[in-house]
């Protein structure tokens, strides 16, 4: 079976990528951050076998930026729609005309995502025809298809979802349960998007250590310990 991972990238260009750590970081601190969370998440993700990456990125103008970053042994394709959910619709819909019977999506805020969850996706895949990840905020950090069902379940599970809102996941269940589709799910995890989502990523970190566990984001520990050193 084909599978492919698309991520969710910006361009990480300053007052444009994580601005809800500004005050607490500077808008340079903030962008250098996002770049940690990205080139992190995609190395980690690389490793997946038998899945192609795929960087679904925004403005337009920056596939030459995001390739001297992440490289060229990952597939980039343009985000195209008004909102966030024409946008996972339309990425979705482009994976199926490529010929992807399994389609994974997921952000670039998660830098400490385990990959035995992402692993497990691909897995229930087999099974399911929607597979999501809650993040602790009320949202999601994957989403993922069996794309024999993709012309019933998209775009509908991304319409009229009030987006970056806590109620996402409770909304996208509900559209979910309307299809009568099958899910599987996830264990929750958590995005960095504010201050103390922050503290919390560099105490998890941390604490990782210490237990002498495997801390996948070096990058992203790199800089926190610059940080909050």
Request: glycine letters at 4%; hydrophobic letters at 45%.
């Amino acid at each position: 079976m084909k599978t492919c991972l698309i991520v969710f990238a910006k361009n990480p260009v300053p007052n444009q990528v994580k601005t809800r750590l500004v005050p607490t970081l500077s808008p340079e601190q903030a962008a250098t951050l996002y770049t940690a969370f990205l080139t992190d998440g995609c190395a980690v993700l690389a490793t997946l076998s038998d899945v192609d990456l795929i960087i679904a990125y925004t403005p337009t103008e920056a596939r030459s930026d995001l390739q001297a970053l992440i490289g060229d042994d990952v597939l980039y394709i343009p985000q195209t729609g008004a909102n966030l959910g024409e946008r996972l619709a339309s990425a979705t819909q482009w994976a199926t005309e490529q010929g992807y019977t399994k389609i994974l999506l997921v952000g670039s805020d998660s830098p400490t995502l385990p990959i035995a969850y992402v692993s497990k996706a691909v897995t229930l895949l087999n099974s399911q025809d929607i597979i999501i990840g809650p993040s602790t905020d009320g949202g999601y950090y994957l989403i993922g298809f069996s794309a024999t069902n993709v012309a019933m379940t998209v775009p509908f599970v991304f319409e009229n979802i009030a987006w970056s809102r806590e109620s996402v996941f409770q909304q996208t269940l509900a559209r979910i349960r309307s299809l009568k589709a099958t899910v599987g799910l996830l264990p929750p995890w958590y995005d960095v998007d504010t201050a103390e989502d922050l503290a919390f990523l560099y105490a998890h970190i941390s604490a990782m250590r210490l237990a002498s566990e495997t801390v996948q984001a070096v990058r992203t520990e790199s800089l926190l310990t610059e940080l909050f050193s």
